[in-house]
């Protein structure tokens, strides 16, 4: 049984979309246990039905960080805070994982002091999944725990990469790309030249670069790059997915012939929503630290929820993805 301690009080709809995430993820799956980490009257308020499965459980926690708190002070000063309450469970054994959609600041801070680095790792980095046209999905890392990293660093986000794509989302011989301006070798600033050189000699699985404007049409099953440029463009995937098909229910609304039209395109509409859905794995991983830690976007409702809970936090733990990291970065040593 997977035990996971998810942060009820994390995140813009907490606990409401956070309870209902993890009540809907335990009635899809009878190998889940939810460990609802918040106050207890607030959790038992938050929706409009009992919980009463036996596979969730609230931990008492009184305290939250806030998004405008300094992460690395929150995380030190607030013991009975939700999110560090949840980490600690983790770190004694009491959850196999740990959710949260609150401060992604403290939640690195947390992951660090609480969990610590695996062995052999330098810097963890957040790795989530892009969805892409043909349904499989890319890994993308880091998407926001370091803002600069070194191509040492980068080498080591393609190794985990790597093993996340090959166990989780099950590509027996994953490629890895390099985010760039252009395609050629010799295209980009000098770290990402740099790092073209490093990864030819040291990434199995190398493809080369590759442009954003490419990684929709699964040319590549990894893509690596720094914290600020993978953050952006996240956020703008995110952005434009979203406000892309308001746009065009917008258009149709004043348009009768295109209302029309659109009754009978409905379902190539829905398809094409679906491909682009930025919840369909609900969260971010932060890989490299020693234990399961998944972040979800602070809007994060209950769909989120329990895809992070189903596709994120149940395989890494089920197929020893971090043991799995901590082999390879021995045998590369």
Do not use: W
């Amino acid at each position: 049984m997977l035990r996971v301690a998810v942060d009820a009080m994390g995140g813009d709809y907490a606990p409401t979309e956070i309870v209902k995430g993890a009540l809907t993820a335990v009635n899809k799956s009878d190998d889940i246990e939810v460990l609802l980490v918040g106050p207890e009257r607030a959790i038992l308020q938050s929706v409009d039905r009992e919980i009463n499965s036996s596979r969730i459980k609230i931990i008492n926690a009184d305290e939250n960080i806030g998004n405008d708190e300094d992460p690395g002070l929150a995380i030190r000063r607030k013991k009975k805070a939700s999110m560090v309450v949840a980490m600690q469970l983790v770190r004694h054994g009491e959850a196999d994982a740990v959710l949260s959609a609150g401060n992604t600041g403290a939640l690195m801070a947390g992951g660090l002091l609480f969990l610590g680095r695996m062995s052999g790792i330098k810097r963890p980095a957040l790795l989530t999944i892009i969805p892409t046209f043909g349904g499989k999905g890319a890994v993308i890392l880091d998407v926001g725990a370091n803002m600069d990293a070194k191509p040492e660093h980068m080498v080591q986000y393609a190794l985990m990469g790597r093993i996340y794509s090959r166990e989780v989302m099950e590509r027996e011989s994953p490629r890895v790309a390099l985010l760039n301006v252009g395609s050629e070798e010799n295209k980009g600033n000098a770290n990402a030249k740099n790092a073209y050189g490093v990864f030819k000699e040291h990434v199995s699985g190398f493809a080369g670069n590759v442009e954003a404007k490419e990684i929709f049409q699964n040319v590549t099953d990894v893509i690596v790059c720094d914290g600020f440029v993978g953050n952006v463009l996240l956020k703008t995937i995110e952005g434009v997915s979203r406000d892309l098909f308001a746009y065009l229910r917008q258009e149709i609304r004043k348009d009768f012939k295109a209302r029309i039209a659109s009754t009978m395109l409905g379902s190539a509409f829905k398809r094409a929503r679906s491909k682009l859905d930025e919840t369909e794995y609900g969260g971010a991983l932060l890989i490299g630290v020693g234990g399961v830690c998944i972040k979800c976007h602070g809007d994060s409702r209950e769909k989120a929820i329990y895809q992070a809970l189903l596709k994120q936090a149940y395989p890494l733990v089920k197929k020893n993805v971090n043991e799995k990291i901590e082999e390879a970065l021995r045998q590369n040593n």
